[in-house]
């Protein structure tokens, strides 16, 4: 063993200092590259997976299924061999950040997917119920709460995504291990060339998955502030997939492992029992009794419910609004929903209009939005 | 079409197979050793010796933290083993730290009075983690551990470009070699990737189904 690194070897290779400088360079060239694409495919596709629209889930289940179930070097050798075809010469360089993102970016897929998921139902339901559109719902509410979540797992994926430029030496990527495959062949002297690499992708990767266990401590920490008694059964959860232990982490990874074709809002209120049952001193116990919107009697409150006050509310005010103007539909639409319809019907009728009658926050909001800070104001209210 | 035909001939089939039954053979080789030292890990991270628990956390960061292929290359060339134990042997000490960590998510979901009452039965630390709470942990741990499984699968396609092992991928790459026509060679991938896919997705099915069934228990 003592041979194998023998003093002048580590000189041989210490020699090459430039082009193993220049080989870690492209290493994290690849991983930066590969890790964009990745996290814009695995965005785009972890919301669309969550859609409403049967096609779309089904073409992101089919892109996640592909790419997870298939061999990342044989994606490679694939691509390596279609882009002559198709008239293109890539550099290898190319294909490997192509080759990566996509591979990654469906693990990525499903931890958005899978944070999501872990979100409450009822922030959904609050949301559309406060006028948001499906697209801010997820980039205002959903996803910068989902966030914490997919933070850790994030991060694991990273590492592996670096991990996995290594790949690329099996078709002369120039990278990191290429080079100490090259190193070691030319001169036999196996021994110092992959310690070095070995001790450069640990240089990369180590920080990145501390970060995961940071993020993920971090993560636990503030539900246990949010919820008052998550943690606990977080900590005690069997099914949890502990950080690095896989491509996924936490609940979330359960879920994904678990959750199939299944939607987010199946998902929902299995992924997160510790606030199913949330502790006694939880607001949201006060609604218990109300608790029968999906038909069992004891769920605990939802923004399921508080759609259908809201909705109650709307009946209310649409029935008002109507018997205000005449029965005119045309009138009592615009008085709903638009602030001049609403001026002109309180103008025209003193005493009798839709905007003075009805209480200002249980109007449906007018067409022309403020953003989200009214409708966070409304719900804190409540 | 006709050369795509060709190719499909029962003896090219059968040749791939056997490239698959290696693949497995490695891969079950692999966890199945795995399972053994991540457990051991994962125990060690629970010891109360300080250097013990320093150990396995040094191994299991140090092996999360490098690529697979490295180790492959590294019992391979440095330590000259034969292919075949050379693979296993890199795969064992890639995967265990993985797996270190699902045993330990698992341990951690043993109710604590699993221990204090094996203890509280006269039963020694080894035979408390063997005839107690192993058990019960394997139960939470089979689905994670079927995924790192098919992690393996996949990986072990490195196997013919780092040592020239004639797992799946070799097998298809041989192939390669005696059909020249662009059709054949893209349905030759086709054939290698569906081989991996079917396998890869009927055990991430079986994990879904199990977590189904562990989840509808309670």
Redesign the interface.
Known sequence: MGE?FAPYKWAALAERWPDILAAFGTTVGISALALVIALALGFAFGVLSVSRHRVLRIVTRVYV??V???????QV??LY?VFP?LGLSLASFWIGVLAIGVYHGGYISEVVRSGIGSIHRGQFEAARSQGFSPVQTMTLVILPQAMRIILPPLAVQA?NLV?????L??IAGGEL?YF??SF?GDTSY??PA?VA??VL??AI??PL?RAAVYLEHRMLVHRHVATGDASEEL?????????????ITGHAA?EA????VGTMMEGAT?LVPARQAPSPRHPLHAWDAAGECDGSGDAPFTGCQAAEIAADFGLEAAQEALAASDGDRMRAWQALHTRAGRRRLGHGRPGAGAGRTMPHGALPRPRRRRGPARGKRGRSGR | MSDVLSLLTWVNIRFMLEGLGLTLVISALSIACSVALGAVLSILRGSRLRVLRGLSMAYVELFKNTPLLLWIMFTFFVAQLPPLPAAVLAFTLFTSASVAEIVRGGLAGVPVGQYEAARSQGFSAPQMYLFIILPQALRNMVPALLSQFVTTIKDTSYLWGAMALQELMGRGMILMNSYNSTTQIFALFALMALMYFVVCFALSQVVRAYQRRLRGDW
């Open positions: 194998v299924e592909v997870q179930n298939i061999p990342l070097l044989l050798f694939v061999a075809l590492a991990k996995n430029t290594s790949v030496a099996l291990m100490s495959n070691a196996y021994g992959y690499a070995a992708y640990f990767c180590f998955s900590a005690s959860d069997p099914v949890e997939v502990t950080p690095g232990s896989h491509d359960a492992l678990a959750g199939g299995l």
